[in-house]
């Protein structure tokens, strides 16, 4: 019923750029925390880009000066604006939304992924 759709992947060459947008939708309520996470091949998935309701934003070390988390509360829609791309930036990207749920605390939702190729 929650669904959050990412797009924008691609392949890019090192230096280059790319939006990753991911709009939730369906019954939820009260959206904390929004978040871009990763997972190259062979590795974990890891934290890339966090930002609160309030727009308070973290980052990974690695991508510090390079990429930039914001949203539209409005729309339940968070961006990731990713430039001077290197190739250990590749991976799968997920866009993550945290939400109260009654009794139960914080829910964490996920989206089904979008694939980010950096060619050397």
């Known amino acids: 019923q929650v669904q959050l759709v990412e797009s924008g992947g691609g392949l890019v060459q090192a230096g280059g750029s790319l939006r990753l947008s991911c709009t939730v939708s369906?019954?939820?309520?009260?959206?904390?925390?929004m978040a871009w996470y990763r997972q190259a091949p062979g590795k974990q998935r890891g934290m890339v880009a966090t930002?609160?309701?309030?727009?308070?934003?973290n980052y990974a070390d690695s991508v510090k000066g390079r990429f930039t988390i914001s949203r539209d509360n409005a729309k339940n829609t968070v961006y990731l604006q990713m430039n001077s791309l290197k190739p250990e930036d590749t991976g799968v990207y997920y866009c993550?939304?945290?939400?109260?749920?009654?009794?139960?605390?914080?829910?964490?939702?996920w989206g089904q992924g979008t694939q980010v190729t950096v060619s050397s």
């Open positions: 993550k939304a945290q939400a109260p749920v009654l009794g139960k605390g914080w829910a964490d939702y």
């Open positions: 369906g019954r939820i309520f009260g959206i904390n925390v």
């Open positions: 930002i609160t309701q309030t727009g308070i934003v």
